[in-house]
């Protein structure tokens, strides 16, 4: 068989200017679309895309969805102490240069998201002030992590917070056309937020989380989503929204809390355990116009028989119950009280994200006593996390027992190899009955 000959090596500096001139052909294509394409890409994508042609490297420059963001697996940190900082580093300095590369006078989206120290607060001010003088759209600086070193202490239940940073000084006295504001570990003041509906008119998205000087919000919000979460010491939230869509709410403490005048309102999700009742008492009103509900809750602490305390939920059709935290023996079962209160329900989601490893064996699924209501609407049970364990089966032959209408049971499995799923799909196949499809992930 003839074999194909290599080329010699006088060919390889003409096969070189040929493929160099080929490369270009992006050059060809008009600005507009070059942004489209470039339009879905990170702009560490965008800055290598640019490479391809002299075309896109212009165009990069002009970019007008800025993401820093650390995509590396977090495992590679804990190397040494000095793979961090030279990794922190890195990405203030990468930050900056794009910045100061960046030609256009606007930017859509701007989104800062690393563990950085607060030694780089004058940088964070400097980012912020150059996409507010760009008339950014929609700005997120998040700096949460569980590898930071926490110096500081809860006296009340002297657990370690994290680190903040200042909320940079660009934002005081400023008018903006932001969207959507998120804010996570950066210190929000009460009067912040209060100037927020006239500094920011067209604000539709507002999240805060781990703010250390937020101590109340109060007023009129024009917000259609919003989100506050784990701010020790808020103390109330009062305010009015009547175009308010979604509302998410996380915290260590119950606080006074009243949402009036929010008849759009149909999507809430609210944690954690020690909360929840305080919770549902004070918006008994809001509950009754659901659509969607998340309930995120600690299993390690008793649920309360009366979480809901008899208050219906007539228009709920997903109900999304998020595990945090449980023990290898421990029940859903007090959640039927919940669902009982949902007679409309045609989606259910049990989300099981950490468990606490002990010495105590699972045990064998139980059958759930005084539990004979239908779940007339019921359509779909997806299962996320799924263990194959006494606890998320319980739900399922709950679930298959008195939800006459089921047609689909999404099981998304913890990493397991595929022997190991198998053996822990048994017991729930076993119990399927025909015509209810069974999709595994």
Same mark, same amino acid.
């Given at each position: 068989m003839a074999t194909k000959s290599l080329p010699s090596l006088k060919s390889y500096p003409k096969a070189c200017l040929k493929a160099e001139e080929n490369a270009d052909l992006f050059s060809e294509l008009p600005e507009e679309i070059l942004v489209s394409i470039m339009s879905s890409f990170t702009i560490e994508d965008a800055a290598r895309f640019s490479l391809v042609s002299r075309? !896109? %490297?212009?165009?990069w420059r002009y970019f007008p969805v800025l993401i820093f963001k650390d995509y590396h697996s977090k495992e590679k940190f804990w190397d040494s102490w000095e793979? +961090? *900082? %030279?990794?922190?580093? !890195? /990405?203030v300095r =990468? *930050? &900056?240069? *794009?910045l100061e590369k960046h030609l256009g006078t606007t +930017?859509? @989206? /701007?989104? +800062?998201? /690393?563990?950085? @120290?607060?030694s780089s607060q004058s940088y964070v001010d400097k980012w912020v002030a150059v996409a507010l003088d760009k008339q950014v759209k929609r700005l997120e600086l998040d700096f949460q992590s569980n590898l930071r070193k926490m110096h500081v202490r809860d006296s009340r239940s002297h657990r370690p917070l994290p680190i903040c940073f200042d909320l940079p000084p660009k934002f005081t006295g400023f008018k903006s056309l932001l969207t959507s504001l998120c804010v996570r570990y950066v210190n929000v003041t009460n009067e912040f937020v209060d100037y927020l509906p006239l500094s920011c008119p067209l604000l539709e998205i507002l999240c805060i989380q781990g703010s250390r000087y937020l101590t109340r919000i109060t007023g009129s919000l024009h917000v259609k989503q919003l989100e506050v979460s784990y701010c020790r010491n808020l103390e109330k939230i009062d305010v009015s929204a009547r175009k308010l869509l979604s509302l998410t709410l996380n915290f260590v403490y119950p606080i006074e809390l009243h949402i009036v005048d929010a008849p759009s309102l149909f999507k809430m999700s609210i944690g954690e355990a020690k909360i929840l009742p305080h919770a549902f008492d004070n918006l008994s009103d809001i509950l009754s116009q659901l659509v969607y509900l998340n309930l995120r809750f600690c299993l390690i602490l008793p649920l309360m028989r009366g979480l809901v305390n008899g208050v219906p939920m007539p228009k709920l059709r997903h109900l999304e119950l998020t595990v945090t935290c449980a023990? +290898? &023996? =421990? =029940?859903?079962y007090q959640c039927i009280f919940v669902i009982q209160a949902c007679p409309s329900l045609e989606k259910l989601t049990l989300k099981l994200e950490r468990f606490i490893v002990r010495t105590v064996a699972d045990r064998q699924p139980r059958k759930w006593i005084g539990c004979g209501f239908p779940l007339k609407c019921l359509k779909t049970l997806e299962l996320v996390g799924y263990r194959g364990i006494a606890m998320d089966l319980e739900l399922a032959f709950f679930v298959l027992d008195y939800a006459s209408m089921l047609e689909e049971i999404i099981v998304d499995f913890v990493p397991l190899n595929d022997n190991d799923k198998r053996q822990r799909l048994v017991m729930l196949q076993m119990k399927l009955p025909q015509g209810v499809k069974l999709t595994v992930k």
């Open positions: 075309q !896109c %490297e212009r165009t793979a +961090i *900082v %030279e990794e922190k580093a !890195c /990405f =990468s *930050v &900056d240069r *794009v +930017i859509d @989206e /701007f989104r +800062i998201i /690393f563990d950085l @120290e607060l023990l +290898i &023996d =421990s =029940s859903l």
